[in-house]
């Protein structure tokens, strides 16, 4: 089992960037595709990035594609979400999560942090 822990989150404004990071428990992680996800308040938990365990491979959701980037540093068990030029929409809890294959869909990851709070004002 992989316990993973996000953190970076906090208030920015809107053209901010902001990097959150997302630790694992142990070198596991290497073989693990990774993702984040986020929710907002009184919506439903959704996609935003996932790269594949071997790294270059990357999908971004529309809504942050060209602003976000998903990346890992497997030898530290690591993973990272670049946000730039954030807007309002962008406020939500965000989660770090692992499974066996990319997916947008969270039920096909096993592993879930507690999440990290991230809120744009504009």
């Known amino acids: 089992q992989v316990h993973l822990v996000e953190s970076g989150g906090g208030p920015v404004q809107a053209g901010d960037s902001l990097s959150l990071t997302c630790a694992a428990s142990?070198?596991?992680?290497?073989?693990?595709?990774m993702a984040w996800f986020r929710q907002a308040p009184g919506k439903e938990r959704e996609f935003v990035a996932a790269i594949a365990w071997y790294g270059p491979s990357t999908y971004y959701a529309d809504s942050v594609k060209g602003r976000f980037t998903i990346s890992r540093d497997n030898a530290k068990n690591t993973l990272y979400l670049r946000m730039d030029n954030l807007k309002p929409e962008d406020t939500a809890v965000y989660y770090c999560t692992a499974g066996k294959n990319v997916y947008s869909k969270e039920q096909y990851y096993d592993f879930w942090g507690q999440g990290t709070q991230v809120t744009v004002s504009s």
């Open positions: 142990d070198h596991t992680f290497a073989n693990y595709a």
